[in-house]
């Protein structure tokens, strides 16, 4: 068996690579550089010029060969490595009649804990959100900022003041909403310094977070770790890593107490499945960072299944963001994971991830770049949301 032709396809606001081989098996994976698809692409066609011909099966082989030769990496080229790494891993399992999952060693679970996507430009559109998952049957809600999802074109201003007391009296009134049981995971973006995290972060311990997202930009891991340690609430963190070693350093910093790996640029499933080997060794949690597609979301799930140490997965609705909406999901795909009304996801055992586009979809849902757009404050500078 023999990789025969490897495609890159753009549907909407999402990356995939289909790869077939000379015998009729497709493999299916999803790239995560979100806003440079264009870049992946072209790192896919510069990959194919090695893995045309080759077996599909030798998958860590191929693994290393294309990270080894890109010396100069980044998010782009490793959301080419992780959608072909993923569509090998998918091939794999159609050429030996079984999951992913088993390939990677069997289950460990039989469902996967997920938390729903709220979003809203006002707090009564977020306490809505809350109250929607609730009555769909989901246990955990994220996605959960206590900044709101205001739009980039509006200018940012408050005092420090008004931005940690609102946020506060926000978290608040999740928790008033949510209830004493459901777990509340709080999304802060990368929008604070770092002692405004550690002032925030304390005030609201009472309300029970399961973490708090990203609470300062991951470029410096030794803030990161200081937030962690100066808090009583765990820290989610990883999202826009894209290398098992940066992992390693975060971790080794006691930096994080659930990693988010990005299954789509992160290496695909043989990255995130090392990290999340890795979390372990240090007691650390595994939430898989998933804003993507239900290809993204299939690929997690082997992970989710085989990673004793996963603790909930990222579940986006049909939204991309307050003003945008996503297509339907089984408008493009067959086989995408379902929500069991209890808060979890189904784990397929079909062949592969077990997820598949239809025919049409990308003549359907042609391509729309991301616009670059970012928030201002009122003073002319650039702000993090």
Request: charged fraction near 25%; include cysteine; glycine fraction near 8%.
């Amino acid at each position: 068996m023999r990789i025969e032709s490897i495609e890159s396809i753009f549907i909407d606001k999402y990356f995939f690579v289909e790869i077939r081989t000379d015998n009729g098996l497709v493999g299916l994976g999803e790239g995560g550089a979100w806003g440079f698809h264009e870049a992946t692409a072209g790192a896919v066609t510069r990959f194919k010029d090695y893995l045309l011909g080759e077996d599909p099966l030798r998958i860590e082989h191929h693994w290393q060969y294309m990270y080894r030769w890109a010396h100069f990496r980044g998010s782009a080229i490793m959301a080419a490595i992780s959608a072909i790494d993923i569509a090998l891993w998918d091939i794999a399992g159609k050429h030996y009649e079984a999951p992913v999952h088993a390939l990677l060693g069997g289950k460990v679970r039989d469902k996967a804990r997920a938390y729903y996507h709220v979003f809203g430009e006002t707090k009564e559109e977020l306490f809505t959100g809350i109250e929607n998952a609730k009555k769909m049957g989901f246990t955990a809600v994220g996605h959960l900022t206590p900044f709101l999802d205001s739009r980039r074109e509006v200018p940012f201003f408050q005092t420090h003041a008004q931005k940690i007391g609102d946020a506060i009296d926000t978290v608040r009134e999740y928790r008033k909403i949510a209830g004493r049981d459901m777990d509340l995971c709080i999304e802060i973006h990368r929008r604070m310094a770092p002692f405004e995290a550690v002032q925030l972060g304390r005030g609201i311990e009472e309300f029970l977070p399961l973490f708090m997202e990203d609470p300062v930009t991951p470029d410096n891991l030794d803030e990161m770790a200081y937030v962690a340690d100066k808090i009583g609430i765990p820290i989610a963190t990883g999202e826009r890593m894209t290398s098992l070693w940066e992992f390693q350093m975060l971790l080794a910093r006691n930096a994080v107490q659930m990693v988010r790996p990005d299954i789509c640029i992160v290496g695909g499933i043989s990255g995130a499945r090392k990290i999340a080997a890795l979390a372990e060794a240090s007691h650390v949690g595994v939430v898989p960072h998933n804003p993507l597609s239900a290809v993204s979301t299939a690929a997690c799930l082997q992970i989710a299944a085989t990673a004793p140490n996963f603790v909930l997965q990222e579940f986006p609705n049909d939204t991309w963001d307050v003003t945008d909406k996503r297509p339907d999901t089984d408008s493009f795909l067959a086989g995408a994971s379902q929500h069991d009304g209890e808060g979890f996801l189904t784990i397929s055992d079909e062949p592969g991830i077990g997820i598949t586009l239809r025919p049409d979809a990308a003549t359907k849902y042609p391509y729309r770049p991301r616009k670059m757009h970012t928030r201002l404050h009122v003073d002319g500078s650039v702000v993090d949301q």
